[in-house]
């Protein structure tokens, strides 16, 4: 009964897929809880927190694990939300999250690698058994023990076979380059009120028009033309993600820029990062005013290492090595 | 969240760590789990086995299983609340005495428990442990219930340390006996175990009985033959050592050995006991079969 994210309920037969597409909702955060969220600020930026701290804790191991431990997490914080922002409190849903997936996710690891993972000690913090468990049992509890998560990973086979790319070297590339955009996107706020499958469909549509944009009004009717998913709702989905997209871009070449690390490239970060989220509609607040700000900076390390800087310079390097 | 005992009600002991309970106008099973040993304590936390298969419960939604309907925490204890099922349904079918009344209710029973089979199958969960204790019927009303995982045998060792037991052997495959322990099971093991379960309505004692492996393995080939390359391609490969084969037999003639079954129902019984776990049929075909035309 191994675990696998492109099977989450391990479906052979094709009409099986119906069958994903009925329940994938109950492992996902929902459309309520994602505009109830965006009223409750302190929560996006707690999100953002964990993230990186889960990002931090697993950039050692398969990304797909990482991906995992932010899908229970984003259901857990649907349900329970954070009522204590406290910097221990957010170390053990982080940690706590990582063990839950790396109990789903099968024995690669020997226990003592994850031992020593989780017991870091930067931060100074180590966590009793008990002090797990009963964490674990909340979350557990929180999502239902649900925890076979449906994600758009278990979608991506069966939207490559609609565009009847099933078993080519196209539909390879494509599946690469989408899993790509899934993995990056995951931590974009914007996109919780999307299903798995929605999410699915729109990374293949970027990629495809991304990698192959002659053939992608091909692509675009053969996922249209199917009847378990909905057109405009792809749109909408799908533009999120290129507007991702182009951000990552437009950021990977802003952190080339300031590596430099001087004060104006700082403020110029803040300013911009700012004004971008302004106007997708969330208002975030600024970091030096957040109450959150001394914690950011002090809890902002490399990978291993003890490495301060902004927040977007030092996740870099971490995902480069995560995807190796 | 509600705790347990605002929840649930009217606790009524069933057996040392099962109880009867009650919510609203409904009743459950609730079934108790400690989830704090010594092997569990160098895992940190609640046991990856426990939740994994938790995990799939909750996923299944099938007439014929068990319905598990919540899970509670307390403590060191993981409380498991299933569908409750009355008085009605018998548990270990085959004891019941009406089922030898209707030979219509075994056909209807048989394939019960096959649709189930390839229905978890479909979603690559394997049942393992397919045994007539796990499954319960209501005669009255002809539905059968098979009790997955937790809700008829113990949480309490992985399954990856299953142990043996006299009552397990029955319904164990060749290619399972003759691995001795390292056990590796995949979808024919059930089906196998569905066929001695219907060899063992059809006789009304258990098809094969021995109390080890190698008595066990010389009780299937007595009646099936002994398997040779040509009807198990790399059995001596897989069996090791030739004295787990014994002397060379002739299959006995089931119509004989069931002389109460009709071609249909031979063909079907032969092909779940076919030696030869790549050539033994799938419970998905095994469903379409001809036996149960009319069902």
């Given at each position: 009964m191994e675990f696998d994210l492109e099977n989450p309920l391990e479906n052979l037969h094709s009409d099986d897929v119906s069958y994903l597409f009925l329940i994938e909702s109950d492992h996902t955060p929902s459309q309520n809880h994602s505009q109830t969220l965006k009223a409750r600020d302190l929560d996006i930026s707690v999100r953002r927190e964990l993230i990186s701290l889960i990002s931090q804790l697993s950039c050692a191991l398969d990304p797909v694990l990482s991906y995992l431990a932010i899908n229970y997490l984003d259901r857990f914080l649907t349900n329970q939300g954070i009522l204590q922002p406290k910097p221990w409190a957010l170390r053990l849903v982080a940690v706590s999250c990582i063990s839950l997936t790396v109990k789903m996710m099968g024995t690669e690891y020997p226990a003592t690698d994850i031992q020593a993972l989780l017991n870091q000690s930067d931060g100074g913090i180590i966590f009793e058994t008990q002090t797990i468990q009963r964490m674990e049992a909340l979350i557990l509890g929180a999502l239902q023990w649900r925890m076979r998560s449906i994600t758009p990973f278990s979608f991506v086979a069966f939207f490559i076979a609609l565009m009847g790319l099933k078993e080519s070297p196209m539909g390879q590339v494509l599946k690469n380059r989408a899993s790509e955009i899934i993995f990056k996107s995951q931590?974009?706020?914007?996109?919780?009120?999307?299903?798995p499958s929605i999410i699915a469909a729109s990374a293949l549509l970027c990629a495809s028009h991304e990698l192959f944009p002659f053939q992608y009004p091909f692509f675009l009717k053969a996922i249209s033309d199917s009847s378990y998913v909905n057109k405009e709702i792809v749109e909408q989905c799908y533009k999120v993600i290129q507007d991702i997209a182009i951000e990552e871009e437009y950021s990977s070449a802003l952190n080339g820029v300031s590596r430099s690390d001087t004060p104006i490239n700082v403020l110029d970060h803040h300013f911009l990062s700012s004004e971008s989220e302004k106007t997708n509609g969330i208002t975030v607040a600024n970091a030096t005013d957040s109450p959150l700000g001394d914690l950011k900076r002090r809890k902002i390390t490399g990978c291993g290492g003890n490495n301060p800087t902004i927040l977007n310079s030092w996740i870099q390097p971490c995902e480069r090595e995560c995807e190796k | 969240m509600l705790t347990l005992r605002e929840k649930y009600y009217d606790f009524d002991q069933i057996s040392s760590k099962v109880f009867k309970c009650r919510r609203d106008d409904q009743f459950f099973t609730m079934k108790i789990v400690s989830i704090l040993n010594e092997e569990n304590q160098a895992n940190n936390g609640v046991p990856y086995w426990i939740i994994r298969e938790i995990s799939i419960l909750k996923e299944l939604d099938h007439i014929n299983i068990v319905r598990l309907i919540d899970v509670m925490t307390d403590g060191p204890d993981l409380f498991l609340v299933f569908e409750y099922l009355d008085n009605e349904f018998q548990a270990d079918f085959l004891k019941n005495p009406k089922m030898f009344m209707y030979p219509q209710m075994k056909k209807e029973f048989l394939y019960q428990i096959l649709n189930t089979v390839a229905y978890l199958h479909a979603r690559?969960?394997?049942?393992?442990?397919?045994?007539?204790?796990n499954i319960l019927v209501n005669v009255r009303t002809q539905v059968l219930k098979i009790a997955l995982f937790g809700a008829a045998r113990t949480f309490e060792a992985p399954l990856e340390a299953y142990s043996s037991s006299v009552g397990c052997l029955s319904y164990r495959s060749p290619e399972v006996l003759f691995q001795f322990g390292c056990e590796k099971y995949s979808t024919p093991n059930d089906v196998w175990a569905v066929g001695c379960i219907f060899g063992e309505m059809l006789l009304h004692r258990p098809l094969f009985s021995g109390p080890s492996d190698v008595e066990l393995l010389d009780e299937i080939f007595t009646l099936l033959g002994t398997p040779t390359e040509e009807t198990w391609p790399g059995v001596t490969s897989i069996c090791g050592t030739c004295a787990l084969m014994g002397p060379p037999q002739q299959p006995k003639d089931l119509a004989k050995e069931f002389p109460m079954l009709n071609p249909d129902g031979l063909d079907l019984l032969s092909k779940m006991l076919c030696l030869c776990p790549n050539y033994r049929i799938s419970a998905e075909d095994a469903v379409k079969h001809p036996y149960f035309k009319g069902v």
């Amino acid at each position: 009964m191994e675990f696998d994210l492109e099977n989450p309920l391990e479906n052979l037969h094709s009409d099986d897929v119906s069958y994903l597409f009925l329940i994938e909702s109950d492992h996902t955060p929902s459309q309520n809880h994602s505009q109830t969220l965006k009223a409750r600020d302190l929560d996006i930026s707690v999100r953002r927190e964990l993230i990186s701290l889960i990002s931090q804790l697993s950039c050692a191991l398969d990304p797909v694990l990482s991906y995992l431990a932010i899908n229970y997490l984003d259901r857990f914080l649907t349900n329970q939300g954070i009522l204590q922002p406290k910097p221990w409190a957010l170390r053990l849903v982080a940690v706590s999250c990582i063990s839950l997936t790396v109990k789903m996710m099968g024995t690669e690891y020997p226990a003592t690698d994850i031992q020593a993972l989780l017991n870091q000690s930067d931060g100074g913090i180590i966590f009793e058994t008990q002090t797990i468990q009963r964490m674990e049992a909340l979350i557990l509890g929180a999502l239902q023990w649900r925890m076979r998560s449906i994600t758009p990973f278990s979608f991506v086979a069966f939207f490559i076979a609609l565009m009847g790319l099933k078993e080519s070297p196209m539909g390879q590339v494509l599946k690469n380059r989408a899993s790509e955009i899934i993995f990056k996107s995951q931590r974009e706020i914007r996109l919780w009120g999307f299903k798995p499958s929605i999410i699915a469909a729109s990374a293949l549509l970027c990629a495809s028009h991304e990698l192959f944009p002659f053939q992608y009004p091909f692509f675009l009717k053969a996922i249209s033309d199917s009847s378990y998913v909905n057109k405009e709702i792809v749109e909408q989905c799908y533009k999120v993600i290129q507007d991702i997209a182009i951000e990552e871009e437009y950021s990977s070449a802003l952190n080339g820029v300031s590596r430099s690390d001087t004060p104006i490239n700082v403020l110029d970060h803040h300013f911009l990062s700012s004004e971008s989220e302004k106007t997708n509609g969330i208002t975030v607040a600024n970091a030096t005013d957040s109450p959150l700000g001394d914690l950011k900076r002090r809890k902002i390390t490399g990978c291993g290492g003890n490495n301060p800087t902004i927040l977007n310079s030092w996740i870099q390097p971490c995902e480069r090595e995560c995807e190796k | 969240m509600l705790t347990l005992r605002e929840k649930y009600y009217d606790f009524d002991q069933i057996s040392s760590k099962v109880f009867k309970c009650r919510r609203d106008d409904q009743f459950f099973t609730m079934k108790i789990v400690s989830i704090l040993n010594e092997e569990n304590q160098a895992n940190n936390g609640v046991p990856y086995w426990i939740i994994r298969e938790i995990s799939i419960l909750k996923e299944l939604d099938h007439i014929n299983i068990v319905r598990l309907i919540d899970v509670m925490t307390d403590g060191p204890d993981l409380f498991l609340v299933f569908e409750y099922l009355d008085n009605e349904f018998q548990a270990d079918f085959l004891k019941n005495p009406k089922m030898f009344m209707y030979p219509q209710m075994k056909k209807e029973f048989l394939y019960q428990i096959l649709n189930t089979v390839a229905y978890l199958h479909a979603r690559k969960i394997l049942l393992r442990d397919l045994r007539p204790e796990n499954i319960l019927v209501n005669v009255r009303t002809q539905v059968l219930k098979i009790a997955l995982f937790g809700a008829a045998r113990t949480f309490e060792a992985p399954l990856e340390a299953y142990s043996s037991s006299v009552g397990c052997l029955s319904y164990r495959s060749p290619e399972v006996l003759f691995q001795f322990g390292c056990e590796k099971y995949s979808t024919p093991n059930d089906v196998w175990a569905v066929g001695c379960i219907f060899g063992e309505m059809l006789l009304h004692r258990p098809l094969f009985s021995g109390p080890s492996d190698v008595e066990l393995l010389d009780e299937i080939f007595t009646l099936l033959g002994t398997p040779t390359e040509e009807t198990w391609p790399g059995v001596t490969s897989i069996c090791g050592t030739c004295a787990l084969m014994g002397p060379p037999q002739q299959p006995k003639d089931l119509a004989k050995e069931f002389p109460m079954l009709n071609p249909d129902g031979l063909d079907l019984l032969s092909k779940m006991l076919c030696l030869c776990p790549n050539y033994r049929i799938s419970a998905e075909d095994a469903v379409k079969h001809p036996y149960f035309k009319g069902v």
